[in-house]
Every structure is written in structure tokens, then in C-alpha cells.
């Protein structure tokens, strides 16, 4: 059964910075994307981050390109999402997702339970 674990979230200072992990497993073949999402109470689902094991592809939103950074480690199968020079726009709930999709699907079928991301002084 697949299965994603998250951790790292908490309460960090205006331009801290965090590294959420999400641990996958249940999945028997590598050609899947795992994905950060985030969302603020009564604002939409947004794309943070993808990474796709099969082809090595990366994507970043624009919004926090060059402050976000997604990465593997395979032998873990453990992903991250290092968060660097954080905002309080910044606060959500992040979620680590994975499915059998391309980066950049807006839909995916495993979801982690979401860890709470608070940027506040």
C-alpha cells in the first residue's frame, strides 16, 4: 500500500528556513512524480514543487523559485523540499503527493497528511 510520511514543518522567523521531508513507499516501479503542495486556510491548493523519479525532471512554481528547492535521496526514498529565506505568505499546510503522472498534474491519488509551515515574528 502507498504510503507518504512527512515531517519537518514548524514555526520559523521571517528568512528562516526549513526542510520538509515526505518518505514514499508502496510503490513498485520509479516512473512517478512526488509533488509539494501547499494551502492557507480559505485560499486554493497550490504547486510548490514536483520531482519526477523517472526521467530526474524538476519543477519549481514561480512563486517560490529560487527560495525552494526540491530534491531525492533514492536510497532513502525520502524526498525533500528545503525552503530557504521564508515569508509569512509563506504559511500553509504542505502536503507531499505522488502518483504515476508527469510533473505539473494538478491531480494526484496519494497524499501525506500535511505539516504545518508557520513564518511568523
Known amino acids: 500500500q502507498v504510503q507518504l510520511v512527512e515531517s519537518g514543518g514548524g514555526l520559523v522567523q521571517p528568512g528562516g528556513s526549513l526542510r520538509l521531508s515526505c518518505a514514499v513507499s508502496g510503490f513498485t516501479k520509479p516512473h512517478y512524480a512526488i509533488a509539494w503542495f501547499r494551502q492557507a486556510p480559505g485560499k486554493e491548493r497550490e504547486g510548490v514543487a514536483c520531482?519526477?523519479?523517472?526521467?530526474?525532471?524538476?519543477y519549481v512554481s514561480d512563486s517560490v523559485k529560487g527560495r525552494f528547492a526540491i530534491s531525492r535521496d533514492s536510497a532513502k526514498n525520502t524526498v525533500y523540499l528545503q525552503m530557504n529565506s521564508l515569508k509569512p505568505a509563506d504559511t500553509a499546510v504542505y502536503y507531499c503527493?505522488?502518483?504515476?503522472?508527469?510533473?505539473?498534474?494538478?491531480?494526484?491519488?496519494?497524499w501525506g497528511q500535511g505539516t504545518q509551515v508557520t513564518v511568523s515574528s
Open positions: 503527493a505522488a502518483d504515476f503522472v508527469p510533473c505539473g498534474a494538478s491531480i494526484y491519488d496519494h
Open positions: 520531482f519526477h523519479a523517472g526521467d530526474g525532471s524538476i
